[in-house]
């Protein structure tokens, strides 16, 4: 067990990667998870080795885990959440309103009635109080419902951010951070080693050149993306951008437009239809399976609704944390830059930061 007042971290998953997001908090003996998402590699899921904290001598028991928050919908932050809960039937587990509609489209066939039952659904600034702790909830924008989990245990302010965006994306405002002053960040920070990354939509550009290259050549646009409200997410850039051009949604994007609307986000424009029959015509085909069809051209639509790296600069330069534990952060692949946020911050005499850029599995005392 933690000593009493000892902050300790552990990354089940996503640590200097992306996918399985999942990470373990422990607040002077309390135990917490921080998302609960599966990774895919080579086209197999995978969740994070959840024994490994049984190896750790905070735990001896899943059932000692009390409490999951759930930070959004995304499936490399919830993706494994049924995977553990068949490991502990009784964990209360933390998210809003628009994350669990979100998440049951997603999961409803894997989540059984007992697990749905230890869901409560939370609303933006409300506060939570535990045993010696309060936990509240902030809006972290992103994608609707994204929040950001504050805990405040033994005088000291702890930030989980999630996935967060300090710009507006399609489907939701900015963030909005508490109005206190935050003692440790647990800071998702995609782009938080990628020096030379300075544009949020240069994946999406690059996807939109493709698109019309291809309605040029009078083809099928078949936009492939990794999980269904990222088309949706697609279908509402593409309405801004292509507002003329018949776009085609598959059945489980369609599920996911539904939820959305009738959460009163209007997402459907004139041009948007089901997908009932393959389309002669150029136009544009979403969906988060494979082609069926010979007749089209295949985008792979992989795109960020992250900061890039000077926005997580400017993020984690607002805050001022004492301490920054950086996840979600792979390292650049691209240019292959060693220069990370921590080299750009430690210059700057204001900054009272120590980063900590922890590997998975690895046990850290705060």
Not at 330 to 351: A, V
């Amino acid at each position: 067990m933690a000593k009493s007042g000892k902050i300790i971290f552990m990354a089940m998953g996503g640590a200097q990667e992306v996918g399985a997001s999942c990470y373990y908090l422990n607040l002077g003996g309390e135990n917490f998870l921080l998302d609960c998402g599966y990774g895919r590699e080579e086209g197999v899921n995978f969740a994070p080795k959840f024994n490994e904290l049984l190896y750790a001598p905070y735990i001896q028991d899943f059932h000692q885990i009390s409490h999951v928050f759930i930070s959004h919908a995304h499936m490399d932050h919830i993706g494994a959440l049924p995977n553990f809960l068949q490991l502990n039937e009784r964990a209360r587990v933390y998210m809003t309103d628009f994350t669990w509609q979100i998440m049951n489209l997603q999961l409803g066939d894997r989540l059984s009635r007992i697990a749905q039952d230890n869901i409560s659904r939370v609303s933006f600034l409300q506060k939570i109080p535990l045993k010696n702790i309060s936990v509240s909830f902030y809006q972290a924008g992103h994608i609707p419902g994204a929040m950001m989990i504050l805990f405040n245990f033994g005088g000291k302010n702890i930030l989980y951010t999630g996935d967060y965006s300090t710009f507006a994306t399609p489907l939701v405002n900015a963030a909005i951070l508490p109005n206190v002053k935050i003692d440790v960040l647990i800071l998702c920070g995609l782009h938080a080693r990628h020096y030379f990354y300075r544009s949020n939509d240069a994946a999406f550009q690059k996807i939109l050149w493709q698109i019309r290259y291809s309605l040029s050549r009078n083809q099928i646009a078949y936009c492939q993306v990794n999980q269904i409200s990222k088309g949706v997410e697609l279908l509402t850039l593409l309405n801004k951008f292509l507002p003329d051009v018949e776009i085609f949604l598959s059945d489980k994007v369609m599920d996911m437009v539904y939820c959305f609307e009738n959460l009163n986000i209007k997402i459907m424009q004139e041009c948007n239809h089901p997908l009932k029959n393959f389309p002669f015509e150029p136009s544009v085909i979403i969906s988060a399976e494979p082609a069926r069809f010979w007749n089209c051209e295949i985008i792979n639509c992989d795109f960020s609704l992250h900061d890039d790296f000077s926005a997580v600069v400017n993020f984690v330069r607002k805050i001022n944390p004492e301490v920054c534990v950086v996840v979600h952060s792979p390292p650049d692949k691209i240019f292959h830059s060693d220069i990370t946020i921590e080299q750009i911050l430690i210059k700057e005499p204001d900054s009272r930061t120590n980063f900590i850029f922890p590997k998975l599995y690895q046990p850290l005392e705060i």
